[in-house]
């Protein structure tokens, strides 16, 4: 799920974008609307990389790309081939495999 779910936020990042390109610097913008320097900064960098007849700029997902201890699918091809193979127990192909 999104981070935010206030349906408005695109439309006034994308507003805040047009304030930085009308001259405004980027800390009078987060001054003036309540945003932080960088979250603006960001906004202008992603508002170069979409589409110009977008309204908004869209609210990414915070959820994670992958997991911090997920194997490597070489290693989990290994794991069920041995599985397959020997019909082994998790500890003797952790230990075959170590």
Do not use: D, F
């Not at 980027?26 to 900064?41: C, F, I, K, P």
């Not at 908004?56 to 091809?77: C, M, Y």
């Amino acid at each position: 799920m999104a981070y935010s779910t206030k349906p408005h936020i695109p439309e006034v990042r994308m507003e805040a974008v047009r304030l930085v390109e009308a001259g405004w610097s980027v800390r009078e913008v987060a001054r003036h609307l309540g945003y932080t320097h960088s979250a603006l900064v960001k906004w202008v960098a992603r508002s170069r990389t979409l589409p110009h007849n977008l309204r908004g700029i869209p609210t990414q997902s915070s959820r994670p790309r992958s997991h911090a201890h997920a194997l490597p699918p070489t290693v989990v091809t290994r794991i069920l081939h041995i599985r397959q193979e020997r019909n082994e127990c998790a500890e003797i192909i952790q230990h075959r495999l170590g």
